[in-house]
């Protein structure tokens, strides 16, 4: 079993639980306060899609979102992982992950501890894979995924035509 929370250097308190509809409010703090460095690699953010995002909350096949919580401050989400999961027979075995972190938790732990859990998760649901698309130019995230066992399995040059601009992309997995 996967520990269900962790502390950071400063003594807080991160635990994980599962977002539901009433964490609407926090998730818009989360993604409405973040950095344009943090939000680049991120489609459009706004209210609507929050809202979208929070209705469609239980059409989710394992209801996977989860959510760090910073207690020191009472429920402030600090960041939230997915997995996008394909119910076909050919790919059931399999979910995408994705994740975001607040950008005063960055290089705190909190990414790697959330996908950690997150492979519990995973593993606890029966998949026997993840896998995900990062921008190659994103060191850091990139870092922090292989200190969490995925391994870059291809290159996709110019594969992402985001903000104006093509976009080399690493797809990592990890077996399960």
């Keep these: ?11 807080t308190t991160v635990r994980f639980k599962e977002e539901t509809s009433e964490d609407l409010e926090s998730v818009w703090g989360l993604y409405s306060t973040l950095s344009v460095e943090s939000r680049k690699t991120l489609p459009p953010i706004n209210r609507n899609l929050i809202e979208l995002w929070s209705r ?7 209801k996977p979102v989860l959510v760090s919580v910073d207690e020191r401050g009472g429920e402030r989400i600090i960041g939230r992982a ?17 994740i975001v972190v607040h950008d005063d938790y960055q290089g705190r732990g909190v990414g790697s501890n959330l ?7 995973a593993r606890s649901k029966g998949l026997r894979k993840l896998t995900l698309d990062v921008f190659a130019d994103n ?10 066992g995925y391994i870059k399995e291809g290159l996709f040059p110019d594969h992402y035509w985001f903000r104006g601009r093509f976009h080399d992309v690493i797809r990592m997995g990890q077996a399960l």
């Design 82 to 98: 997915s997995l996008t999961h394909d119910a076909s027979p050919a790919s059931k075995h399999r979910a995408e992950f994705g």
């Design 1 to 11: 079993m996967y520990p269900q929370s962790f502390s950071l250097d400063d003594g």
């Design 115 to 121: 996908s950690l859990f997150m492979v519990h998760v």
């Design 56 to 62: 469609s909350l239980p059409n989710y096949a394992f």
């Design 139 to 148: 060191q850091r995230a990139i870092h922090v995924f292989e200190a969490c």
